[in-house]
T-cell receptor, first 113, second 115 residues
Framework: AQSVTQLGSHVSVSEGALVLLRCNYS??????LFWYVQYPNQGLQLLLK??????LVKGINGFEAEFKKSETSFHLTKPSAHMSDAAEYFC???????????FGKGTKLSVKP | GAGVSQSPSNKVTEKGKDVELRCDPI?????LYWYRQSLGQGLEFLIY????????KSGLPSDRFSAERTGGSVSTLTIQRTQQEDSAVYLC?????????????FGPGTRLTVL
């Protein structure tokens, strides 16, 4: 069975600082990995995804994530935080032909001026 | 083009009443998913429809929950005899095809409050 663990339910950074949101997954087969962002009172929006190929994945809004099979991790980073990045971020996994996504508990990012 | 839409955006009901939540997926998307988002449980999968195949109901929490998808398009999630623990945001998503690396597009959700 697949599972996702996001370390830190709340992360606070200063504007301009590095953003690092951690995600570890468990999967018995090669996974497909996703990061979604949720702004207040809105649905989820895809930031980026890993399917196959290059392990460093670039997404929207300057975010990127690196798939590390040996560490079963897919951490999300952004070099310089912006106030508009304040939101909740969800890591998710799906394997093979499985339909649904398995989500982590989410990490709420706060950005201080 | 239009995204996934859900109605109503908010629903307040009394314990014991039945509720229906509606989802309009993106046109042409064959896969449709329902998830529930609550403070204690995070994002939980409820049910998944793929074309005309039998739905995957493995995430439904009790037999009070049911869903249907008519004509391979619009879906309705029904909760019978609502309980306070059913209070949550119900999210619908659709994708062009299921599985693999295909993106799921999410609607804005229906916030259900059971008094």
């Amino acid at each position: 069975a697949q599972s996702v663990t996001q370390l830190g339910s709340h992360v606070s950074v200063s504007e301009g600082a590095l953003v690092l949101l951690r995600c570890n997954y468990s999967s018995s087969v090669p996974p497909y990995l996703f990061w979604y962002v949720q702004y207040p009172n809105q649905g989820l929006q895809l930031l980026l995804k890993y399917t196959t190929g290059a392990t460093l994945v670039k997404g929207i809004n300057g975010f990127e994530a690196e798939f590390k099979k040996s560490e079963t991790s897919f951490h999300l980073t952004k070099p310089s935080a912006h106030m508009s990045d304040a939101a909740e971020y969800f890591c998710a996994v799906r394997s093979g032909s499985q339909g649904n996504l398995i989500f982590g508990k989410g990490t709420k990012l706060s950005v201080k001026p | 083009g239009a995204g996934v839409s859900q109605s109503p955006s908010n629903k307040v009901t009394e314990k014991g009443k039945d509720v229906e939540l509606r989802c309009d997926p993106i046109s042409g998307h064959t896969a449709l998913y329902w998830y529930r988002q609550s403070l204690g449980q995070g994002l939980e999968f409820l049910i998944y429809f793929q074309g005309n195949s039998a739905p995957d109901k493995s995430g439904l929490p009790s037999d009070r929950f049911s869903a249907e998808r008519t004509g391979g398009s619009v879906s309705t999630l029904t909760i019978q005899r609502t309980q306070q623990e059913d209070s949550a945001v119900y999210l619908c998503a659709s994708s062009l095809t299921p599985g693999g690396g295909n993106e799921q597009f999410f609607g804005p959700g229906t916030r259900l409050t059971v008094l």
